[in-house]
């Protein structure tokens, strides 16, 4: 069984500075994926960034980065020039590949302080 | 659509009671998962629909939960005999290969 766990139930940054989000899995599979999802107080889940582990470089979409450091079964999330509408819960995910469920962590509540 | 679709966005009902909830997946999207998000909890796996394959119902926490999808595309999940602990908000996705979800906006169900 797929697990993940996100051992920072809170964090909160100053408006533009960086900040860095921790989660940690244990899978068996050697083929998977991993994202990181972002959940504002509207509710509504948005696809932050993806990983295919089988690739080595770090995904990064604009201000987002990963660490991914597979041996360790880490991957972190870097938030570059933090903004004030980057708060939100965000949640780290795991996956076969295919369409099988992710399996997701609890959670960490980001604040961004103005 | 352009989105995934879930209604109601908020159900309020009374224990007991049976409930429906609605999600309309993205179009051409084979795969199609109900969650659900208790408060200060991450997401619980509930069903997985995939193509015209057998659902994966293995995160349904009692047999008063069930779910189906109708011609690969809407899917109801139905809770009979609400409890007060079946009050969360109920996430819907659907995804197309390995390129992660798309979600709808929840419904958040409240049991009286």
């Known amino acids: 069984a797929q697990t993940v766990t996100q051992s920072q139930p809170e964090m909160s940054v100053q408006e533009a500075e960086t900040v860095t989000l921790s989660c940690t899995y244990d899978?068996?599979?050697?083929?998977?994926?991993l994202f990181w999802y972002k959940q504002p107080p509207s509710r509504q889940m948005i696809l932050v960034i993806r990983?295919?582990?089988?690739?080595?470089q770090n995904a990064t979409e604009n201000r987002f980065s990963v660490n991914f450091q597979k041996a360790a079964k880490s991957f972190s999330l870097k938030i570059s020039d933090s903004q004030l509408g980057d708060a939100a819960m965000y949640f780290c995910?795991?996956?076969?590949?295919?369409?099988?469920?992710?399996?997701f962590g609890k959670g960490t509540r980001l604040s961004v302080i103005a | 659509g352009a989105g995934v679709s879930q209604s109601p966005s908020n159900k309020v009902t009374e224990k007991g009671k049976d409930v429906e909830l609605r999600c309309d997946p993205i179009s051409g999207h084979t795969a199609l998962y109900w969650y659900r998000q208790s408060l200060g909890q991450g997401l619980e796996f509930l069903i997985y629909f995939q193509g015209n394959s057998a659902p994966d119902k293995s995160g349904l926490p009692s047999d008063r939960f069930s779910a189906e999808r109708t011609g690969g595309s809407v899917s109801t999940l139905t809770i009979q005999r609400t409890q007060q602990e079946d009050s969360a908000v109920y996430l819907c996705?659907?995804?197309?290969?390995?390129?992660?979800?798309?979600f709808g906006s929840g419904t958040r169900l409240t049991v009286v």
């Open positions: 990983q295919e582990a089988y690739k080595q």
């Open positions: 995910a795991s996956g076969w590949t295919g369409n099988t469920p992710l399996v």
């Open positions: 899978t068996s599979e050697s083929d998977y994926y």
């Open positions: 996705a659907s995804s197309f290969q390995g390129f992660g979800y798309t």
